[in-house]
């Protein structure tokens, strides 16, 4: 992180990313909303990138940028409302309060990591180490995830099968 | 030569660049060579695109009109190759219109953003040997996720323009993408299976070696992948966003001038970096058996790229448009799973191969004859299975208008 270029992009990205989530948050047009959520998201991926985590980068815009966002902007097409703005909801308490818990979990994680490169080494953030990893150490979480798709996946179907 | 060695290093337009780069890293501040790296391939990349892309539009304008039997532009200049200049500066000169109740923002920027996902692709892309802006090792999944892009911009298009035309053309324009990404990323994974790594370099670099194009390995891959792109990039006849037929232009209905035409120069820059993916993915990139040697290598990938975009611009004119809903079933019924037979062959010939240690020059070869044999039999299996090629329904032979009894040019047969 010490050459001046790294440091820039950093902050450059730092900028973008909470500009727009707060965009997110304070725009009244839902649309503005979503786009906003985008451009948070490819921030993200450019932090990743700042930390040489290249694979989670790409994965980040590929699912984030790519995949939920279009899934978000799809349910706002077929959302039958004649009225679609970013107004409040009932919903705040709860999203503050889970807002709150995931910053705390970053601020945990990140305080408990050795940013030190010297003493812990590099990060294995290669596409082959995140591969090794999920099939090896953490195969059931990965497998449970995907069963829980799998079951998404099929009570979506039971749900608008007409017969 | 001033940055070379021999002259004959300048048939990679690498050497000669980072000979360059070498002398400002010795002489300059440590950051320029980054500076200056990503400058020269920025300009490289739009010198490349921009041209080709004025070529091939008259190109396109004319073969079309071969396929369909009427003479395509032939006014401006010599067969008409000053048309493209002459739309260029109508497109430049008319009014672009901005209609009331707009969403302003969204809709001004989308024209512009359009351009981004197809110069993004080309960043990865091996043109030569040593000539590629950013080789990632991440550099396939980097294509999926750009791809992944391209819809939210055309959505972006299609919502702001409040017109139902353009916002049934967005929604096409999403749900199509959302079937068809899966194909495509699989297909993706056949070519990583089989070349152990997911730098687009690399990839190539592999062909190298073994002499063979992957496009004898994973000849289905290919196929699906060829169509999956085809609908991503917006190109008939799964062009159903902007289905003139149907619903006026779909998301660019309400685009006049060079709003339009920058959606029109958007759609083929997507074009030549998905031909320009899948020459370096599927034929071998600057490679062609030893041919190499001897002429420069971004020429025969060049030749590669124009000759696959002659597919797109064929298909164009010769098969009618699909409905939305046959679009959809063909992705989910149809590829989805050939993509996952696909994934699990190539993955056991690379265990076969890998695990008894088997010689390259014996394996590839019967992997290929098996795969070519399993492509064409799975593809046609799997379609008779859904009931949709029936040959009995089939006539055996193309028929002409005329002998369906049908008028042409008001004149009766």
């Given at each position: 992180m010490d050459d001046t270029g790294t440091v820039v992009a950093f902050w450059i990205l730092t900028i973008v990313t909470l500009g727009s989530a707060l965009s997110v948050v304070i725009v009244r047009n839902l649309l503005h909303a979503v786009l906003s959520l985008i451009l948070s998201f490819v921030g993200v991926a450019g932090l990743y990138i700042t930390l040489s985590a290249d694979f989670v980068a790409v994965a980040q815009v590929l699912i984030y940028a790519g995949a939920i966002s279009v899934l978000i902007l799809f349910a706002m097409m077929l959302t039958p409302r004649t009225a679609r703005d970013n107004a409040e909801t009932f919903l705040q308490g709860p999203a503050l309060m889970l807002a709150g818990l995931t910053a705390a979990t970053i601020a945990g994680v990140a305080a408990a990591t050795d940013w030190s490169e010297a003493t812990r080494g590099p990060f294995a953030t290669t596409a082959e180490a995140i591969g090794e990893a999920l099939l090896n150490r953490y195969v059931l979480p990965f497998e449970i995830a995907s069963v829980v798709l799998l079951v998404a996946m099929v009570g979506a179907i039971v749900l608008v099968r007409e017969d | 030569m001033l940055f070379l060695a021999h002259w004959w290093d300048l048939r990679d337009l690498g050497n000669p660049v980072a000979q360059f780069l070498e002398v400002l890293n010795d002489h300059g501040p440590g950051w320029l060579p980054y500076v200056a790296s990503a400058l020269i391939g920025c300009v490289a990349i739009v010198l490349f695109l921009v041209p080709s892309q004025m070529v091939i539009v008259w190109a396109e304008r004319r073969l079309i009109g071969r396929i369909q039997a009427r003479r395509g532009p032939n006014r401006t200049g010599p067969w008409g190759i000053f048309q493209t200049i002459a739309d260029t500066v109508k497109l430049l000169a008319k009014e672009a219109i901005t209609t009331r109740h707009v969403d302003r923002w969204v809709f001004w920027l989308a024209p512009i953003l359009i351009f981004i996902p197809g110069i993004l692709v080309f960043a990865v892309v091996p043109f030569g040997e040593g000539m590629v802006l950013a080789d990632l090792n991440v550099g396939v999944l980097f294509l999926a996720a750009v791809g992944s892009v391209n819809v939210i911009i055309v959505f972006m298009a299609g919502w702001s323009s409040n017109n139902k035309y353009a916002l049934l053309g967005a929604m096409r324009e999403v749900s199509m993408l959302i079937s068809y990404e899966i194909p495509q990323v699989l297909t993706l994974l056949g070519v990583v299976i089989f070349t152990n790594t997911m730098s687009l370099s690399g990839v190539v670099h592999w062909q190298d070696h073994y002499n063979t194009w992957l496009i004898f390995l994973q000849p289905l891959a290919l196929v699906i992948y060829f169509i999956s792109a085809s609908v991503e990039i917006n190109r008939s006849p799964t062009d159903i966003a902007e289905a003139e037929s149907e619903?006026?232009?779909?998301?660019?209905?309400e685009y006049s001038g060079i709003k339009f035409g920058f959606f029109y120069a958007g759609e083929y820059f997507a074009g030549f970096a998905i031909a320009a993916v899948m020459t370096a993915l599927y034929?071998?990139?600057?490679?062609f058996w030893g041919l190499e040697e001897w002429v420069p290598g971004w020429m025969i990938f060049l030749g590669k790229l124009y000759l696959l975009f002659w597919l797109f611009i064929w298909a164009r004119g010769t098969l009618p448009r699909l409905r939305a809903d046959q679009l959809m079933a063909f992705s989910w019924k149809f590829l989805l799973p050939l993509t996952l037979v696909n994934i699990f062959v190539g993955g056991l010939e690379v265990l076969l191969w890998q695990e008894n240690d088997l010689s390259a020059g014996v394996v590839l070869p019967v992997f290929a004859v098996v795969n070519v044999a399993l492509a064409v039999g799975l593809s046609v299996a799997w379609a008779r299975f859904l009931g949709h090629a029936r040959p009995d329904l089939r006539p055996r032979r193309a028929l002409l208008v005329k002998e369906l009894g049908a008028i042409v040019y008001g004149q009766e047969f």
């Amino acid at each position: 992180m010490d050459d001046t270029g790294t440091v820039v992009a950093f902050w450059i990205l730092t900028i973008v990313t909470l500009g727009s989530a707060l965009s997110v948050v304070i725009v009244r047009n839902l649309l503005h909303a979503v786009l906003s959520l985008i451009l948070s998201f490819v921030g993200v991926a450019g932090l990743y990138i700042t930390l040489s985590a290249d694979f989670v980068a790409v994965a980040q815009v590929l699912i984030y940028a790519g995949a939920i966002s279009v899934l978000i902007l799809f349910a706002m097409m077929l959302t039958p409302r004649t009225a679609r703005d970013n107004a409040e909801t009932f919903l705040q308490g709860p999203a503050l309060m889970l807002a709150g818990l995931t910053a705390a979990t970053i601020a945990g994680v990140a305080a408990a990591t050795d940013w030190s490169e010297a003493t812990r080494g590099p990060f294995a953030t290669t596409a082959e180490a995140i591969g090794e990893a999920l099939l090896n150490r953490y195969v059931l979480p990965f497998e449970i995830a995907s069963v829980v798709l799998l079951v998404a996946m099929v009570g979506a179907i039971v749900l608008v099968r007409e017969d | 030569m001033l940055f070379l060695a021999h002259w004959w290093d300048l048939r990679d337009l690498g050497n000669p660049v980072a000979q360059f780069l070498e002398v400002l890293n010795d002489h300059g501040p440590g950051w320029l060579p980054y500076v200056a790296s990503a400058l020269i391939g920025c300009v490289a990349i739009v010198l490349f695109l921009v041209p080709s892309q004025m070529v091939i539009v008259w190109a396109e304008r004319r073969l079309i009109g071969r396929i369909q039997a009427r003479r395509g532009p032939n006014r401006t200049g010599p067969w008409g190759i000053f048309q493209t200049i002459a739309d260029t500066v109508k497109l430049l000169a008319k009014e672009a219109i901005t209609t009331r109740h707009v969403d302003r923002w969204v809709f001004w920027l989308a024209p512009i953003l359009i351009f981004i996902p197809g110069i993004l692709v080309f960043a990865v892309v091996p043109f030569g040997e040593g000539m590629v802006l950013a080789d990632l090792n991440v550099g396939v999944l980097f294509l999926a996720a750009v791809g992944s892009v391209n819809v939210i911009i055309v959505f972006m298009a299609g919502w702001s323009s409040n017109n139902k035309y353009a916002l049934l053309g967005a929604m096409r324009e999403v749900s199509m993408l959302i079937s068809y990404e899966i194909p495509q990323v699989l297909t993706l994974l056949g070519v990583v299976i089989f070349t152990n790594t997911m730098s687009l370099s690399g990839v190539v670099h592999w062909q190298d070696h073994y002499n063979t194009w992957l496009i004898f390995l994973q000849p289905l891959a290919l196929v699906i992948y060829f169509i999956s792109a085809s609908v991503e990039i917006n190109r008939s006849p799964t062009d159903i966003a902007e289905a003139e037929s149907e619903i006026v232009a779909g998301y660019h209905t309400e685009y006049s001038g060079i709003k339009f035409g920058f959606f029109y120069a958007g759609e083929y820059f997507a074009g030549f970096a998905i031909a320009a993916v899948m020459t370096a993915l599927y034929l071998g990139g600057w490679t062609f058996w030893g041919l190499e040697e001897w002429v420069p290598g971004w020429m025969i990938f060049l030749g590669k790229l124009y000759l696959l975009f002659w597919l797109f611009i064929w298909a164009r004119g010769t098969l009618p448009r699909l409905r939305a809903d046959q679009l959809m079933a063909f992705s989910w019924k149809f590829l989805l799973p050939l993509t996952l037979v696909n994934i699990f062959v190539g993955g056991l010939e690379v265990l076969l191969w890998q695990e008894n240690d088997l010689s390259a020059g014996v394996v590839l070869p019967v992997f290929a004859v098996v795969n070519v044999a399993l492509a064409v039999g799975l593809s046609v299996a799997w379609a008779r299975f859904l009931g949709h090629a029936r040959p009995d329904l089939r006539p055996r032979r193309a028929l002409l208008v005329k002998e369906l009894g049908a008028i042409v040019y008001g004149q009766e047969f």
